[in-house]
């Protein structure tokens, strides 16, 4: 990928998780209470939608500036091997997710 295209990626990534990262402070402080009150906030899906575009653009954002930290600082085989790690974490991280936000 272009440094352009990641630039611009970095740059929506970081305005989207302003508006989504205030939202989900809220959420949280709202669903802290008790574990009923929780329930009650998944049980709205516009939570659970907003709550999965908050993890899914979070772990963008984490895998993005892990790969700019791996190309700073590490040779191209170690880089393949660091991303894949990353990539697979990320996609375990979500297969946890997912079930409990949807089921």
Known sequence: MRASQKWKIERLLYLSLIPI?????????????DSNTLNILLSNTTN???LLIFFVISLMHIKLQLTKVYEDYFNLARIKTFSLFT????????????PVLFF
């Open 21 to 33: 990262s205030y939202w989900f402070i809220i959420f949280f402080l709202n669903s802290h209470s």
């Open 48 to 50: 659970k939608i907003l």
């Open 87 to 98: 990539n697979i974490l990320i996609i375990l991280s979500l297969l946890v997710f997912l």
